[in-house]
């Protein structure tokens, strides 16, 4: 059985919010609606008219290159804690990570703008019988997220519109470096679930910006991460902020894996990649987040 068959009764018909199920090469919904599901293993779930701007094959093979190479592990460690500590509702903490696989079964961790799906592999890899899915508009991030992991499932929606999930159905949701619709969160969002919400601070990779000429980090971000998430309660916040020595063609995939890439020459990026020094200190600085829905 496939990652997506055993989230399909999580989700939702995005045209009349019936539950799916999977028929052969295609998620369909009792009234009648069908949504093929690519060769590569993810279904399309797009519809209406929205945001369709979306990662390149290009910004997609350099996210993937950064990240499978370890530079930001210790943020997806930072995830998997978080999840692990996260308080239920009457303080009680929940069970740890090295618990029998019993006592995860039935965890579904919604990764939105998940990309590649490395966030939610490392989940999964902390929760078994726990089931992922990734939602996001790139096709290229997509093929390669159905595969990332066993339980991983991925479907393509537009985050800043409505997910394909049923009422209730999160036990967690992870807004990771994306945009999110906090509505839709807290729709998706089991009463007792978590919101895990990463962004980074103004040092995030600020030798880049300032050698590279990259884009800058908004430094009323906090601020405005808790206007636009007024209506769920605050939980736990912590940052973490390290050093990576990366080479020549690690600043690179750093420049081009994210929005740089659609202001940017790629040609214009290595030339200037190539004038720094070898291997490059960088800081990475994020701030990790959770929230609750609010009573």
Request: glycine fraction near 8%; proline fraction near 6%; aromatic fraction near 6%.
């Amino acid at each position: 059985m496939s990652a997506l068959s055993d989230v399909a009764r999580n989700l939702a018909c995005p045209i009349c919010s019936r539950s799916m199920t999977e028929d052969g090469g295609s998620l369909a919904c009792a009234t009648g609606h069908s949504f093929d599901i690519a060769r590569q293993g993810y279904a399309g779930l797009v519809t209406g008219a929205g945001s369709r701007i979306s990662d390149t094959a290009a910004m997609v093979g350099a996210r993937d290159e950064f990240l499978t190479a370890g530079h930001y592990a210790p943020i997806a460690d930072a995830v998997v804690n978080v999840l692990r500590e996260a308080p239920q509702p009457d303080g009680v903490r929940r069970k740890p990570v090295d618990c029998p696989p019993d006592a995860h079964r039935g965890s579904f961790v919604i990764d939105l703008a998940g990309g590649t799906g490395y966030y939610a592999a490392r989940v999964m890899e902390a929760i078994p019988g726990g089931h992922g899915l990734v939602v996001d508009l790139s096709k290229y991030a997509l093929r390669r997220a159905a595969r990332v992991h066993g339980r991983v499932a991925a479907v393509a929606a537009d985050v800043w519109n409505s997910v394909p999930v049923r009422d209730g159905a999160a036990s967690a949701v992870l807004s990771i470096f994306g945009p999110r619709n906090p509505a839709e969160i807290a729709r998706v969002l089991a009463p007792d679930g978590v919101l895990v919400v990463v962004t980074p601070t103004d040092r995030h990779l600020s030798e880049l910006r300032s050698s590279l000429g990259l884009m800058a980090v908004d430094s009323r971000k906090a601020e405005r991460l808790a206007a636009q998430l007024a209506i769920f309660e605050a939980g736990s916040a912590r940052e973490i902020e390290y050093r990576v020595e990366l080479s020549h063609a690690d600043v690179f995939t750093a420049a081009m894996m994210g929005p740089n890439a659609f202001h940017r020459d790629p040609g214009e990026v290595r030339t200037r990649v190539a004038e720094l020094p070898a291997p490059f200190p960088v800081t990475v600085s994020v701030s990790v987040r959770t929230f609750r829905r609010a009573e």
